[in-house]
């Protein structure tokens, strides 16, 4: 049968849609958790009726995640292993995308359940975590460290680490300073459960509201949308190996640039030529956790950007490739991009002129492989607003009622969301994830401390529970089903058909 003009299989539109439906369905409990944060101030403060602050939290979700520019998506990809990535379309990959989603899940959707601020965010990345290192060893025999891109994580982990103490410290501050500069009563008294409040302050909670529901889509909304361009790329790569909506004139620089950086290249491995086979070879070992540079690197570099040049040349649009070829092109953009990107930071790169076109070559690259069609953002969107639909209560009243001793106050949730959103915007521009969920709940915890309100230690010890456990059950759960689900791969013979 044929799906958007390409032959596939029965099998094959399956396992799309199975795959397709379990990143919605992440995206949704990724609501249930994060997007309620967003509007549990608004709800419990009875600014908005619960109906209309979904949707208006759910419609700004939306204009963060069409907004976005993708670079947090890309950043939580770059976690997995490269082989995986390399071979997006093979059983082990198929395997990784399912052990990812399913392991997110059950611990999102378990921690919901029990009206706990889990961070979606952390569920994720200990999960790809727990696939890379099961992959490392089941399927090469290598040690555990080099199961993971350990310098992606570090990245990611260090957000995630500082964001919650931005948000405690950060809204303890802003509280502090707002009773020293607004002298008005009724901002730091705590919400009244029966009527809502004056016009000004409603406008207030509402803008706070719609802050942090833009920079949750435009931040936590990539994260599934990066997760389902890896899913279309595995399974329809004739469509999504590369942007088909690429226009001629830059498929033409495209061709000129990988035949001008080849001398670049070349001057650091002279006379040394190897086999296709072996560049990729070569490559792959050098973007593994401890791979490093040599002339051979280089040779493996110059030997894919004349591939590039030779298979772009005469071309005025990706579409002209058959489907095979247009893989083995994003592979090699995939290549090439990252290993340049590796050589910049360790400074291998050392004379300026050729550094900057290097770079200058590796971000054309990208923008053939690293795209997100609109309808993959339209629908994480609408999946993050079906989640705060259904989910929304058992959070809001969590926030409202049982981290502090006291219930909340509209200062005190005006001061969270001003320093969440601020937190979460700043992070984004840099492509790190951050959780929306920790950073508001830090913020209200932070405001609580600075208002002398108390905090209720039962709900904090198990949100720092939930918090602290995250990472390490989701790594051992991700480990597990992706052990599992490769030993049923490799003995059904699955692949893609």
């Known amino acids: ?43 419990y403060t009875h600014s908005l009726k619960p109906s209309y602050a979904v949707v208006w939290s759910g419609v700004w979700n939306l204009i963060g995640v069409m907004l976005s520019a993708g670079t947090v998506a890309f950043g939580i990809v770059a976690l997995l292993p490269v082989e995986l990535v390399i071979n997006v379309g093979s059983g ?16 999102n959707f378990g921690t919901w359940f029990l009206g706990l601020p889990n961070s979606s965010t952390h569920a994720l990345v ?9 992959h490392s060893v089941i399927s090469s025999g290598h040690s555990l460290s080099q199961g993971i891109n350990w310098e992606q994580v ?12 931005i948000g405690f410290c950060g809204a303890g501050l802003l509280l502090l300073l707002a009773k020293a500069l607004l002298k008005k009563p009724q901002l730091y008294q ?11 302050i409603r406008g207030l909670l509402i803008l706070t509201c719609t802050s942090v529901s833009f920079a949750h889509g435009s931040n936590d909304g990539q994260k599934g949308m990066g997760l389902l361009v890896l899913i279309l790329v595995g399974i329809l790569p004739g469509i999504f190996s ?20 080849m001398p670049v290249i070349e001057h650091h491995a002279p006379r040394i030529s190897l086999s296709s086979q072996d560049a990729t070879n070569e490559l792959t070992n050098f973007l593994d956790q401890q791979g490093k540079a040599s002339d051979k690197t280089f040779a493996a570099l110059s030997n894919k950007s004349q591939e590039m040049a030779n298979s772009l040349s005469g071309k005025t649009s990706f579409k002209a490739f058959a489907s095979n070829d247009r893989r083995v092109l994003r592979s090699n953009m995939y ?72 219930h909340l106050s509209y200062g005190q949730g005006a001061a969270a969301e001003i320093v969440a959103a601020v937190t979460i915007g700043t ?71």
């Open 126 to 134: 200990g999960a790809i975590m727990g696939v890379g290192l099961a």
């Open 242 to 261: 590369l942007n088909l909506d690429t226009n001629a004139a830059t498929i033409t620089q495209l061709a000129a640039a990988s035949s001008s950086v």
């Open 335 to 406: 290549f090439i991009s990252s290993a340049i990107g590796k050589l910049n930071k360790q400074n291998q790169l050392t004379d300026p002129k050729e550094k900057q076109v290097l770079v200058s070559y590796q971000k054309l690259l990208d923008g053939q492989t690293k795209f997100i069609p609109n309808f993959v953002k339209t629908a994480v969107a609408l999946a993050l607003g079906i989640g705060t639909m259904v989910g929304w209560k058992r959070v809001v009243v969590t926030v409202g009622e049982k981290i502090g001793k006291q």
């Open 427 to 497: 992070l984004d521009r840099f492509g790190l994830p951050v959780s929306t969920t920790h950073v508001l709940s830090s913020g209200v915890a932070g405001t609580m401390a600075a208002n002398g309100s108390g905090l209720q230690a039962n709900t904090i010890r198990n949100i720092i529970l939930a918090w602290v456990l995250t990472l390490p059950a989701c790594t051992l759960l991700g480990a597990s089903v992706f052990s599992a689900a490769f030993y049923l791969v490799l003995h059904s013979g699955f692949g893609v058909g």
């Open 92 to 107: 082990p990959s198929y395997a990784m995308v399912f052990s990812l989603l399913i392991s997110a899940i059950i611990w």
């Open 1 to 43: 049968m044929e799906l958007f003009g390409e032959s596939i299989t029965v099998g094959t539109v399956f396992f799309l849609v199975l795959a397709v439906g379990l990143a919605l369905f992440f995206e949704a409990i990724n609501g249930f958790h994060d997007t309620a944060n967003a509007v549990a101030t608004v709800i």
């Open 190 to 200: 705590p919400a009244d459960q029966k009527q809502a409040p004056p016009p000004w």
């Open 154 to 165: 570090k990245q990611v982990f260090s957000s995630l680490l500082i964001s919650p103490i």
